[in-house]
């Protein structure tokens, strides 16, 4: 059954916040590990009456609801990556939201915005605008800004984005992980890690 039938449920048939069974789940609001036993239930009838298939549990951290149909899966789904310090402004905002896309299975957006943010990396750090992506790319690299062994995965990244700009190709769950991997661990090299030890005058 699909799980629509569920997001669409009369509100009058699910019943009130009440002891479940125990779940544990990575909070899709708030990205924390947390074991629930609140939450709200409806049953396998129409009318919401029958044995419980569909929960929305509620996180023990933000208190958001978790909602769990009854194919098993979650939603949101916890957002890939992990934040990172000391990112600018602008650039954080694009990771945050390439990571928010991947909460939503929308995965060719994720993709996008992480080739974006190449270019957006390569002109904060010095590299003039309106310049073709291969150029970035290459600017990136030959500037140290790739930890050493590292163009291939910025290479793989411009693939990656021109297949999900240019051609009829949908993204999957596995591309857009290993590319926000990647950015991630990119920003960490740029801008956490230098910052982790004060600068010497």
Same mark, same amino acid.
């Given at each position: 059954? !699909?799980?629509?039938?569920?997001?669409?449920?009369?509100?009058? /048939?699910? &019943?009130?916040?009440?002891?479940?069974?125990?779940?544990?789940?990575?909070?899709?609001? =708030?990205?924390?590990?947390?074991?629930?036993?609140?939450?709200?239930?409806?049953?396998?009838?129409?009318?919401? !009456?029958?044995?419980?298939?569909?929960?929305?549990?509620?996180?023990?951290? =933000? /208190?958001?609801?978790?909602?769990?149909?009854?194919?098993?899966?979650?939603?949101?789904?916890?957002?890939?990556? %992990?934040?990172?310090?000391?990112?600018?402004? *602008?650039?954080?905002? +694009?990771?945050?939201?390439?990571? /928010?896309?991947?909460?939503?299975?929308?995965?060719?957006? !994720?993709? +996008?915005?992480?080739?974006?943010?190449?270019?957006?990396?390569?002109?904060? *750090?010095?590299? %003039?605008?309106?310049?073709?992506?291969? $150029?970035?790319?290459?600017?990136? !690299?030959?500037?140290?800004?790739?930890?050493?062994?590292? &163009?291939?995965?910025?290479?793989?990244?411009? %693939?990656?984005?021109? $297949?999900?700009?240019?051609? @009829?190709?949908?993204?999957? *769950?596995?591309?857009? %992980?290993? +590319?926000?991997?990647?950015? $991630?661990?990119?920003? /960490?090299? @740029?801008?956490?890690?230098?910052?982790? @030890?004060?600068?010497?005058?």
């Amino acid at each position: 059954m !699909s799980d629509n039938r569920f997001f669409r449920e009369d509100a009058t /048939r699910w &019943k009130a916040l009440m002891d479940l069974p125990s779940r544990s789940f990575t909070c899709g609001f =708030c990205g924390t590990y947390v074991a629930s036993v609140k939450g709200y239930a409806v049953g396998e009838h129409g009318d919401g !009456s029958g044995k419980l298939v569909a929960f929305a549990y509620i996180c023990a951290n =933000c /208190r958001g609801p978790v909602f769990f149909p009854p194919t098993g899966s979650q939603y949101p789904t916890a957002a890939f990556g %992990k934040p990172v310090a000391h990112v600018p402004k *602008e650039l954080d905002a +694009l990771y945050e939201e390439a990571r /928010r896309c991947t909460s939503s299975n929308a995965f060719t957006g !994720s993709v +996008l915005l992480c080739r974006k943010m190449l270019m957006n990396i390569a002109v904060q *750090e010095g590299a %003039k605008e309106g310049l073709k992506f291969i $150029e970035y790319v290459n600017y990136l !690299s030959d500037k140290g800004f790739v930890p050493p062994n590292g &163009k291939h995965w910025v290479d793989h990244i411009r %693939k990656r984005g021109n $297949e999900a700009t240019h051609e @009829i190709s949908v993204m999957t *769950e596995a591309d857009a %992980k290993e +590319l926000v991997g990647f950015v $991630e661990m990119l920003l /960490r090299f @740029i801008y956490e890690f230098p910052n982790l @030890i004060p600068k010497t005058p």
